[in-house]
């Protein structure tokens, strides 16, 4: 439960922050830029979170951290390139920002999904880090 609820937390930082950048940036680049800044956002709100309540992980020291989370983060990335896939396709499929947000957080349901899985069997195990 805590785990669903903390996804859904990092999804709102995630869609919150991209919607701040595109208020704010214009052109070309928003978009991208903006999807990056929210994935950023969701990822580090979501380790902080998972590591101390999900997997109660305590690093021995700031290395060992770094390390976790570098795991954490690579193992993110086939499920970020999921997650941008999905919104991305729905933003070129429907043709709007509120079609685009649904795209993004059905992703990102996805990918949480499967992230928690590969965080449970290879991230926060005393054996991987």
Known sequence: MFY????????AINIAAQDIVVRVMHGAVA????????????????YLLDKRYIFGFR?????????TFGLYT????VTTLLFWLVEFGFAYAFG???????GGVIGLSIG????YHLDKRFVFRAEAV
């Open 4 to 11: 669903a609820t903390f996804a859904v937390l990092a999804t």
């Open 31 to 46: 978009i991208p830029v903006s999807v990056v800044v929210g994935t950023a956002a969701g990822l580090v709100t979501k």
């Open 59 to 67: 690093a021995r020291d700031v290395a060992h951290d770094a390390r």
């Open 74 to 77: 690579a193992a993110g990335v």
């Open 96 to 102: 709007s920002k509120e079609m685009r947000y649904l």
């Open 112 to 115: 949480y999904l499967a992230k």
